[in-house]
C-alpha cells in the first residue's frame, strides 16, 4: 500500500474533486462514449502522476552517529569543496543531491542531535543544477550538531518547478537521523555541508537513497 505523506493529503483530495467535477460535467454535457472514456483516462494518469510525487516509503535507518545519510532520495551531481559564508564562514565540503520530478520529495535528517540553526530564504527558482542556485534560490538551511560536537548542515533548494519548501526543523529542536525534516515539492536539490575531513563514501553519478545509504563518515 503507498504512503501518502502528510503534505500532499490536502493536494490530492483537491485534485480528486477537480478531475470528479470535469468528469461529471463531461458526462452530462457530451454522448460520446470516446471522449467520457478519454476523459477519465487522462484524468487518471494526470492524478497518479501527482500521487507519485507524495509517496513516502517506510525507510529503515541504521541509527550511527559516525556517519551522515542520504537526506534526499535522486542522484550525486557534485561534491566539492566550498567557501560556506551564511553559518560556517569556511571552507566545507558539499554533496549535493538532485532530485527529478519522478524521485521521493521526503528530505530526512542526515544526522542526529541538536538543531542549532535553521532558517528560511526566499529567492529565484533557477534550475536545480545551476553553480548559483544554492545561494540564489529560494532554500532553507538548518545545522545538526551531533552528540560529539560535529555540526552538519544541510540546505533544501528551490528549483526551476519546485515553489514550496516545507522546513520541520526549528532550532533548539532535537533531530533523529532519517526521520522527517521536510519536503520540497516537485523536486529539486538537497546539498549536504560537512568538514573537510569527512571521509566521502559515494561519487558523482551515484543514486541516492534518503534515509539509508551513507554519504560520508564523520571523524
Not at 460535467?25 to 460520446?32: G, K, L, N, Q, V
Not at 569543496?81 to 571552507?91: A, M
Not at 552528540?147 to 514550496?164: D, E, F, H, T, W
Amino acid at each position: 500500500m503507498i504512503r501518502i505523506h502528510t503534505e500532499g493529503k490536502k493536494i490530492l483530495f483537491t485534485l480528486l474533486i477537480i478531475l470528479a467535477i470535469i468528469n461529471v460535467a463531461i458526462f452530462f454535457i457530451t454522448e460520446r462514449e470516446w471522449v467520457e472514456n478519454l476523459s477519465l483516462i487522462v484524468s487518471l494518469v494526470v492524478y497518479i502522476i501527482v500521487l507519485q510525487f507524495f509517496r513516502n516509503p517506510k525507510r529503515f535507518t541504521k541509527a550511527d552517529e559516525q556517519v551522515v545519510i542520504a537526506p534526499a532520495d535522486g542522484r550525486i551531481v557534485a561534491i566539492e569543496e566550498i567557501e560556506e559564508q551564511e553559518y560556517f564562514k569556511d571552507k566545507r565540503l558539499q554533496i549535493s543531491i538532485f532530485m527529478s520530478p519522478v524521485n521521493v520529495h521526503v528530505n530526512r535528517y542526515p544526522v542526529s542531535g541538536e538543531v542549532k540553526y535553521a532558517k528560511y530564504h526566499p529567492g529565484a527558482y533557477l534550475v536545480a543544477w545551476h553553480p548559483k542556485s544554492s545561494t540564489l534560490n529560494e532554500r532553507t538551511t538548518v545545522v545538526v550538531e551531533t552528540k560529539s560536537g560535529i555540526p552538519v548542515m544541510y540546505k533544501q533548494i528551490a528549483g526551476l518547478l519546485a515553489r514550496k519548501i516545507v522546513m520541520y526543523a526549528r532550532a533548539g529542536a532535537q533531530a533523529v537521523q532519517g526521520q522527517d525534516s521536510g519536503f520540497i515539492k516537485f523536486g529539486s536539490r538537497v546539498d549536504v555541508v560537512l568538514p573537510l575531513d569527512a571521509n566521502v563514501l559515494v561519487k558523482v553519478g551515484d543514486k541516492a537513497r534518503g534515509g539509508e545509504q551513507v554519504l560520508a563518515e564523520l571523524k
